[in-house]
């Protein structure tokens, strides 16, 4: 079974940066591709970005690319969200989820999820 663990969130000024990192385990976890997700209180879950574990691709909702990076460290199976002149707007819970489809956006596509892991910026 596949497990996935947040960290890195907290409170942070708008124009602050955070790192979040999500733990994967689990059988044959490198064969997924991983991506990031928020929710905000009284809103759905979107997307933010996702990557692939082989090569490292990446790709990104239009809200946060040029200012969230998503990164992965294959020997520690764990990829991160750099997050960067962060808003009041990107206050959300985060998630990481994994897909066996690399470049899905709906979390229905995503199989697994971590517990997420509360990001809260103040202006």
């Known amino acids: 079974q596949v497990q996935l663990v947040e960290s890195g969130g907290g409170l942070v000024q708008a124009g602050g940066s955070l790192r979040l990192s999500c733990a994967a385990s689990?059988?044959?976890?490198?064969?997924?591709?991983m991506g990031w997700f928020r929710q905000a209180p009284g809103k759905e879950r979107e997307f933010v970005g996702g990557i692939r574990w082989t090569a490292g691709s990446t790709y990104y909702a239009d809200s946060v690319k040029g200012r969230f990076t998503a990164s992965r460290d294959n020997a520690k199976n764990t990829v991160y969200l750099q997050m960067n002149s962060l808003k009041s707007e990107d206050t959300a819970v985060y998630y990481c989820?994994?897909?066996?489809?690399?470049?899905?956006?709906?979390?229905?596509?995503?199989?697994?999820w971590g517990q997420g892991t509360q990001v809260t910026v103040s202006s």
């Open positions: 689990g059988p044959k976890i490198n064969t997924y591709a």
């Open positions: 989820a994994a897909t066996s489809r690399y470049g899905s956006r709906w979390p229905e596509a995503f199989d697994y």
